[in-house]
């Protein structure tokens, strides 16, 4: 199964970096996950210089919204048991060690273990709007690649049920998705 969680890595001067990522946990283990960039990545290169970092599980979609639109800029508080930090939005937190790497010149495989597990908060349940904000925001980070009549149409579909199930949050990272379609349209 892929997770989309939030990774927090540190450069080797312990500046934390903020990435949405979706993390594959192979079926039946709970302290196994495979962390996979894109090369290039600011995320690959801070966990194979430190070894460690933080799976984030977060509700708040601004956090993965804010990311792709340039506010990587959220409260962040020292992890317990590794070199690393937690976003304080998280509702749950896996801190983790980097134990083998499969290369891979477009996407490697990043093996991790986990290594301490905190609870913070209770999950609510599920919630449509989030949903939409989490595809669209995968859909912005690939404007440019697929047709921009293609993402149109999505977000066309996203946004019904967006319109029907947001709250503050949600609304406030949507706009700020639309902003950068809208930017990506006016550059191109
Ligand atoms: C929900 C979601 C999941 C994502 N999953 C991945 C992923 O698994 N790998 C990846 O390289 N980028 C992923 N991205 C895009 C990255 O977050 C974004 O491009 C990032 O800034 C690039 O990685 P870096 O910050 O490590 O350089 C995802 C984005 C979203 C919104």
Redesign the pocket.
């Known amino acids: 199964m ?1 997770q ?1 969680t939030i ?1 927090i ?1 540190q450069n080797r001067f312990g500046l934390a ?1 903020i ?5 594959y946990t192979p079926s039946g283990s709970q302290d196994d996950f495979i ?4 090369r ?7 966990l194979l210089a430190s070894k460690t970092a933080v799976i984030n599980y977060c509700d708040d979609v601004r956090v ?2 804010g ?2 639109t340039g506010r990587r800029d959220w409260p962040l508080t020292p992890a317990e048991k590794i070199n690393g930090q937690v976003l304080d939005c998280a509702l749950a937190h896996t801190e983790v060690e980097l134990v083998r790497i499969e290369d891979d010149e477009t ?1 490697p495989k990043l093996f991790c273990k986990a290594v301490h597990n905190v609870n913070h908060a209770p999950f609510k349940g599920f919630n449509r709007a989030q949903y939409s904000v ?1 595809e669209a ?2 859909l ?2 690939r404007l440019g690649r697929i047709p921009l009549e293609k993402i149109q149409a999505e977000i066309d579909y996203l946004r019904i049920g967006l319109e029907k199930t947001a709250g503050d949050r949600e609304l406030e990272a949507w706009s700020w998705l639309m902003a950068a379609i809208e930017n990506f349209e006016e550059d191109a």
Do not use: D, Q, W, Y
């Open positions: 892929i989309e990774v890595t970096h990435a949405p990522m979706g993390i962390i996979l960039p894109f290039p990545s600011t995320t690959l290169n801070n993965f919204a990311c792709l996407r989490l925001a995968i912005i980070s």
